[in-house]
Nanobody, 127 residues
């Protein structure tokens, strides 16, 4: 499975961005998808994840109410709509796919259950 994230950029506080992740290879519609981010000098952290059907969604507390994850299985795409952006959101954002759905279901916020990762897209929020 190859993942390609896009949509990052520079935005001012309070602005919005929509990240996209396109998948190739494998069977996208079977995989839970996740978004993680890594700020300079920090560990990669969970942002959001979504089940293969889209029915189950999880968010980090820090983005709840501002970010929305979605997917389009017909297009092999996952999205992260980010609103009301804050300088604390500045990071490289990674999309990821989990091939073990049961394991993901037990640990939907864990990096460890995601097998495939995109290359990352940089989001910079300035005040």
């Amino acid at each position: 499975v190859q993942l390609q994230a896009s949509g990052g950029g520079a935005v001012q506080v309070g602005g919005s961005l929509r990240l996209a992740c396109v998948a190739s290879g494998g069977t996208f519609s079977l995989y839970p998808m996740g978004w993680f981010r890594q700020a300079p000098g920090k560990e990669r952290e969970f942002v959001s994840s979504i089940s293969w059907s889209g029915r189950s969604i999880y968010y980090a507390d820090s983005v709840k109410g501002r970010f929305t994850i979605s997917r389009d299985n017909a297009k092999n795409m996952a999205y992260l709509q980010m609103n009301i952006l804050d300088p604390e959101d500045t990071a490289v954002y990674y999309c990821a796919a989990a091939t073990d759905r049961m394991r993901w279901g037990k640990l939907p916020r864990s990096r460890e259950v995601f097998d495939y990762w995109g290359q990352g897209t940089l989001v910079t929020v300035s005040s």
